[in-house]
């Protein structure tokens, strides 16, 4: 296929989880602002399923290129991963697989789809058609006023005068019926209409061709056969008139289809004042301008709507209606209306035919001359003023579809003669509303599931308990309620009021208000929605309303809230009694609260995990640190990640006896409980083999063995431990050994710094080791700063900070306290690049102090403070 493009918006996705809902975004934007919103929700969902598979199973940046070209647009979603194949099928729906879902949605929504590979990447593409909307003719062609412009004509105009007899035979035919059509007057008088009438196939019970040519007055569009095998599309109006011998004959006068505003007859006015003796067919003049070409690109509300104006204006009446089926086909919902007052809105629903107060007759026509109190009719038109009422069913291949009413203030204002008018005109609409129809619950369905992949999506994406309560209620507020509360249940499974939201936000309190003061609800003991009853109970004092609102008399429905057989709580969900749950919404309700119970239950299952693992992370940490004699002690620890795993990162500082003091920083290789088996063997260890007597190499020596001894469950481990020994004035003498660890900065008070100490094997590798003993006095001023690889090794692209740039940070640092040397070490390796550490940091500092007296700031090790 060949187009030229009009638009043209690109953008590039990471492979990360959240460029899936990026990508629906950009969709969303670009088509709305090129004006293509029939596309819109095909859109999103065939992108959000192809940018999925990219991201997930491709595992690469993907591209996504959206273009316009006249009559549709063309969405093109490319990836790095070419060699990885299609599947060639189509997995069953619950059988857990994805793979092959985006092509097969679509293969069933685009007008065309296709995949093309490269050396380098592969690109899968599907196009989308736009409705093109033409100039077809005028629906109604009405006399032109005083300052109106007259309609153009494009072309020659000839008007094809013929006529024909009883029989359909043709008697005369003009000179512009032979340029039209080719046939000259000597070869047409040969023919009957029906040879040269290609009347168009309506099923439904639309009139035949035979049927039209019995009417007195008609006019419609139609095609006549050319000499030379062509159809011409004519628009045309016949007139039957008695000849000679009163023996009747039809005369018919065509045009051009894009002329057909030159014979169209305008639908007559109605008056009191003005008697119609001899009223039109339906399916004449009032009813042309509804022909299958204009239907065809109309929308269903746009139809109805020209449907119920047509027929109040064909029969007189003073107001017409048009009801149709909902999808369980046990309700009919008004769905337009013309004359009728505020109180019979779009959406009102009354039950089908075969339910206790059903609307009546639905598959017969039928005539209702005076609507009494006690007639049927009453709930649909009370307090109307309507007197009388005409109904008719709308069917296709036998089944009701709905129904089309016209009433009149009049009593008796309606005869049969009227019903088989309007019924024929019923037949002659009822394919093009249900196709309209069906094109709408297709739209809606679509719309349901882009939603419910962006709440999907939505919620997926937070692990956070009240953003994800809040979440829920603010997805359903208001595309599927006016108000949403939820509950949560605690160990004993009692309810908690736990999230409120509301539509007009200054409602938000009454409504929590309400809430509170209603019985406590006792959650749905079936799967699915069921009615909520607890605000009725509510006194009437209670609350204060705003004037005109009572929330107790609203529509509320309650869904469960269980994930993993778990009952989480309850979703509370309200709309107003005028407007109450449809099945389609409830149901729509229900797939959402199942979603929303299972992010709930992941966010509680991260928090009791995350909290699990912040208490085993204080646990393998000192809960304080004691006072060391002429030494101000600074400690920053930072744990990375999400908080959800025990990082391997730990530091310890203690007393072995009244003049040594143990210190210790730490790397155990990998995270979580492994890493924190070896943390909590490490940090004991060293405090019981050093208050055993065991210098500094023996300590070490031994707790290598210990880690060896752990088989499978060992992990390697790189150390810095030492003694500090205080000699007073302002001196310390530290002895300490490094195994396989980052070698401590020293820091002298007049600025001189030096990596100091013997780099060493680390532990759990070596089943012997020999470590040499450092040693180092500090003088009044001086800082050795141990620290942990999260520190050096901190990245910015391929840039690492490295002990070259830590260098340099810790020259700015001369003169400070202990505490504030850790901090800036911290705020450089944070930021030092834009995203937040990808590895755990400890820092601990110490620094000789010109009294005999410690220095010390209470410890706060919250994951980015100091001591």
Same mark, same amino acid.
């Given at each position: 296929?060949?187009?030229?493009?009009?638009?043209?918006?690109?953008?590039?996705?990471?492979?990360?989880?959240?460029?899936?809902?990026?990508?629906?975004?950009?969709?969303?934007?670009?088509?709305?602002?090129?004006?293509?919103?029939?596309?819109?929700?095909?859109?999103?969902?065939?992108?959000?399923?192809?940018?999925?598979?990219?991201?997930?199973?491709?595992?690469?940046?993907?591209?996504?290129?959206?273009?316009?070209?006249?009559?549709?647009?063309?969405?093109?979603?490319?990836?790095?991963?070419?060699?990885?194949?299609?599947?060639?099928?189509?997995?069953?729906?619950?059988?857990?697989?994805?793979?092959?879902?985006?092509?097969?949605?679509?293969?069933?929504?685009?007008?065309?789809?296709?995949?093309?590979?490269?050396?380098?990447?592969?690109?899968?593409?599907?196009?989308?058609?736009?409705?093109?909307?033409?100039?077809?003719?005028?629906?109604?062609?009405?006399?032109?006023?005083?300052?109106?412009?007259?309609?153009?004509?494009?072309?020659?105009?000839?008007?094809?005068?013929?006529?024909?007899?009883?029989?359909?035979?043709?008697?005369?035919?003009?000179?512009?019926?032979?340029?039209?059509?080719?046939?000259?007057?000597?070869?047409?008088?040969?023919?009957?209409?029906?040879?040269?009438?290609?009347?168009?196939?309506?099923?439904?019970?639309?009139?035949?061709?035979?049927?039209?040519?019995?009417?007195?007055?008609?006019?419609?569009?139609?095609?006549?056969?050319?000499?030379?095998?062509?159809?011409?599309?004519?628009?045309?109006?016949?007139?039957?008139?008695?000849?000679?011998?009163?023996?009747?004959?039809?005369?018919?006068?065509?045009?051009?289809?894009?002329?057909?505003?030159?014979?169209?007859?305008?639908?007559?006015?109605?008056?009191?004042?003005?008697?119609?003796?001899?009223?039109?067919?339906?399916?004449?003049?009032?009813?042309?301008?509804?022909?299958?070409?204009?239907?065809?690109?109309?929308?269903?509300?746009?139809?109805?709507?020209?449907?119920?104006?047509?027929?109040?204006?064909?029969?007189?009446?003073?107001?017409?209606?048009?009801?149709?089926?909902?999808?369980?086909?046990?309700?009919?919902?008004?769905?337009?209306?013309?004359?009728?007052?505020?109180?019979?809105?779009?959406?009102?629903?009354?039950?089908?035919?075969?339910?206790?107060?059903?609307?009546?007759?639905?598959?017969?026509?039928?005539?209702?001359?005076?609507?009494?109190?006690?007639?049927?009719?009453?709930?649909?038109?009370?307090?109307?003023?309507?007197?009388?009422?005409?109904?008719?069913?709308?069917?296709?291949?036998?089944?009701?579809?709905?129904?089309?009413?016209?009433?009149?203030?009049?009593?008796?204002?309606?005869?049969?003669?009227?019903?088989?008018?309007?019924?024929?005109?019923?037949?002659?609409?009822?394919?093009?509303?249900?196709?309209?129809?069906?094109?709408?619950?297709?739209?809606?369905?679509?719309?349901?599931?882009?939603?419910?992949?962006?709440?999907?999506?939505?919620?997926?994406?937070?692990?956070?308990?009240?953003?994800?309560?809040?979440?829920?209620?603010?997805?359903?507020?208001?595309?599927?309620?006016?108000?949403?509360?939820?509950?949560?249940?605690?160990?004993?499974?009692?309810?908690?009021?736990?999230?409120?939201?509301?539509?007009?936000?200054?409602?938000?309190?009454?409504?929590?208000?309400?809430?509170?003061?209603?019985?406590?609800?006792?959650?749905?003991?079936?799967?699915?929605?069921?009615?909520?009853?607890?605000?009725?109970?509510?006194?009437?004092?209670?609350?204060?309303?705003?004037?005109?609102?009572?929330?107790?008399?609203?529509?509320?429905?309650?869904?469960?809230?269980?994930?993993?057989?778990?009952?989480?709580?309850?979703?509370?969900?309200?709309?107003?009694?005028?407007?109450?749950?449809?099945?389609?919404?409830?149901?729509?309700?229900?797939?959402?609260?199942?979603?929303?119970?299972?992010?709930?239950?992941?966010?509680?299952?991260?928090?009791?995990?995350?909290?699990?693992?912040?208490?085993?992370?204080?646990?393998?940490?000192?809960?304080?640190?004691?006072?060391?004699?002429?030494?101000?002690?600074?400690?920053?620890?930072?744990?990375?990640?999400?908080?959800?795993?025990?990082?391997?990162?730990?530091?310890?500082?203690?007393?072995?006896?009244?003049?040594?003091?143990?210190?210790?920083?730490?790397?155990?290789?990998?995270?979580?409980?492994?890493?924190?088996?070896?943390?909590?063997?490490?940090?004991?260890?060293?405090?019981?083999?050093?208050?055993?007597?065991?210098?500094?190499?023996?300590?070490?020596?031994?707790?290598?063995?210990?880690?060896?001894?752990?088989?499978?469950?060992?992990?390697?481990?790189?150390?810095?431990?030492?003694?500090?020994?205080?000699?007073?004035?302002?001196?310390?003498?530290?002895?300490?050994?490094?195994?396989?660890?980052?070698?401590?900065?020293?820091?002298?008070?007049?600025?001189?710094?030096?990596?100091?100490?013997?780099?060493?094997?680390? #532990? *759990?590798?070596?089943?012997?080791?020999?470590?040499?003993? $450092?040693? &180092?006095? =500090?003088? @009044? %001023?001086? /800082?050795? !700063?141990?620290?942990?690889?999260?520190?050096?090794?901190?990245?910015?692209?391929?840039?690492? #900070? *490295?002990?070259?740039?830590?260098?340099?940070?810790?020259? $700015?640092? &001369?003169? =400070?306290? @202990? %505490?504030? /040397?850790? !901090?800036?070490?911290?705020?450089?390796?944070?930021?030092?690049?834009?995203?937040?550490?990808?590895?755990?940091?400890?820092?601990?500092?110490?620094?000789?102090?010109?009294?005999?007296?410690?220095?010390?700031?209470?410890?706060?090790?919250?994951?980015?403070?100091?001591?």
């Amino acid at each position: 296929m060949t187009f030229t493009i009009t638009a043209q918006a690109h953008a590039t996705f990471e492979p990360e989880s959240r460029s899936v809902a990026e990508a629906r975004r950009f969709v969303r934007k670009t088509l709305t602002e090129w004006g293509a919103l029939d596309a819109v929700d095909d859109a999103v969902l065939l992108v959000s399923e192809l940018v999925t598979n990219a991201v997930v199973h491709a595992g690469t940046r993907t591209d996504v290129t959206c273009l316009r070209y006249e009559g549709g647009i063309q969405i093109e979603v490319e990836d790095r991963y070419p060699a990885r194949e299609l599947p060639l099928y189509i997995p069953e729906q619950d059988s857990g697989h994805e793979g092959g879902r985006g092509l097969y949605l679509s293969a069933m929504v685009a007008s065309a789809w296709g995949v093309d590979y490269s050396r380098t990447s592969k690109r899968v593409w599907f196009r989308l058609d736009l409705p093109t909307i033409t100039d077809g003719g005028t629906i109604v062609a009405s006399p032109v006023g005083l300052g109106r412009p007259l309609p153009s004509v494009t072309g020659e105009l000839r008007v094809a005068v013929v006529r024909a007899d009883a029989d359909g035979r043709v008697r005369e035919w003009n000179a512009d019926a032979e340029a039209l059509f080719g046939w000259t007057g000597q070869q047409a008088r040969q023919l009957k209409l029906g040879e040269l009438i290609s009347w168009p196939h309506r099923p439904g019970g639309v009139l035949t061709l035979v049927d039209v040519l019995q009417l007195s007055r008609w006019q419609g569009e139609y095609g006549v056969r050319h000499r030379d095998g062509r159809v011409v599309p004519v628009f045309a109006s016949h007139v039957q008139t008695l000849a000679d011998g009163d023996d009747p004959s039809i005369v018919c006068l065509m045009v051009l289809e894009e002329h057909r505003s030159v014979l169209e007859v305008p639908a007559p006015v109605r008056s009191e004042a003005v008697e119609v003796v001899q009223p039109v067919d339906p399916v004449s003049a009032e009813w042309a301008g509804l022909s299958e070409s204009v239907t065809a690109r109309l929308g269903l509300d746009e139809l109805l709507q020209r449907t119920v104006e047509r027929a109040r204006d064909s029969l007189g009446g003073d107001a017409a209606y048009i009801l149709l089926t909902t999808e369980d086909e046990g309700e009919m919902e008004v769905r337009a209306t013309t004359g009728l007052p505020q109180n019979l809105h779009r959406g009102t629903r009354l039950l089908a035919e075969g339910s206790t107060g059903r609307v009546f007759s639905a598959r017969l026509p039928a005539v209702h001359d005076d609507l009494g109190e006690g007639a049927p009719a009453v709930s649909l038109l009370r307090g109307t003023g309507m007197r009388s009422l005409l109904t008719v069913p709308l069917m296709v291949e036998g089944r009701v579809i709905g129904q089309l009413g016209v009433a009149s203030e009049q009593p008796g204002r309606f005869d049969n003669e009227d019903a088989i008018r309007l019924q024929r005109a019923a037949d002659r609409i009822a394919l093009s509303v249900e196709s309209a129809r069906l094109a709408e619950l297709e739209r809606i369905r679509r719309g349901w599931l882009s939603f419910l992949a962006e709440a999907s999506d939505l919620l997926a994406g937070t692990l956070h308990h009240e953003m994800t309560l809040a979440m829920v209620a603010q997805l359903v507020v208001p595309r599927l309620a006016t108000w949403c509360a939820v509950y949560t249940v605690d160990e004993t499974e009692t309810p908690r009021l736990s999230y409120v939201w509301h539509a007009d936000e200054e409602m938000i309190d009454p409504l929590r208000d309400l809430l509170e003061q209603a019985p406590l609800p006792k959650g749905p003991t079936t799967p699915g929605a069921a009615r909520w009853t607890c605000l009725a109970e509510v006194p009437d004092d209670a609350v204060e309303f705003p004037p005109d609102v009572d929330l107790r008399k609203d529509h509320v429905i309650a869904l469960p809230l269980v994930a993993r057989g778990h009952n989480l709580g309850m979703l509370v969900l309200g709309r107003p009694a005028r407007d109450p749950f449809h099945r389609d919404v409830v149901d729509l309700a229900e797939d959402l609260s199942r979603r929303a119970a299972l992010a709930l239950d992941n966010a509680r299952l991260y928090s009791d995990r995350a909290a699990t693992s912040h208490q085993l992370q204080q646990s393998l940490l000192p809960s304080d640190l004691p006072e060391v004699p002429s030494v101000d002690v600074g400690v920053v620890y930072q744990a990375a990640g999400e908080g959800n795993e025990v990082g391997g990162d730990f530091y310890d500082l203690f007393a072995i006896d009244g003049e040594r003091f143990g210190f210790a920083i730490g790397d155990v290789c990998g995270k979580g409980a492994g890493a924190a088996a070896v943390t909590g063997l490490a940090r004991h260890a060293l405090r019981i083999l050093a208050r055993e007597g065991h210098d500094v190499s023996a300590v070490l020596e031994r707790l290598n063995k210990e880690i060896l001894g752990e088989g499978a469950r060992a992990r390697f481990l790189t150390l810095l431990y030492g003694e500090i020994r205080p000699r007073g004035r302002g001196r310390v003498e530290l002895r300490f050994a490094s195994a396989g660890h980052p070698l401590p900065m020293l820091l002298r008070s007049n600025g001189e710094l030096d990596t100091v100490g013997t780099e060493q094997p680390l #532990l *759990g590798v070596l089943d012997e080791l020999d470590l040499k003993v $450092d040693e &180092v006095t =500090l003088r @009044a %001023g001086d /800082v050795l !700063v141990c620290f942990t690889d999260g520190v050096t090794e901190r990245r910015r692209d391929r840039q690492m #900070l *490295g002990e070259d740039g830590l260098a340099r940070v810790l020259a $700015d640092c &001369v003169s =400070l306290n @202990a %505490g504030a /040397v850790a !901090v800036r070490v911290q705020r450089a390796v944070v930021s030092f690049a834009p995203d937040a550490p990808r590895d755990d940091m400890a820092v601990m500092v110490l620094r000789a102090t010109p009294g005999d007296l410690p220095v010390r700031t209470p410890l706060r090790s919250n994951g980015s403070s100091y001591q």
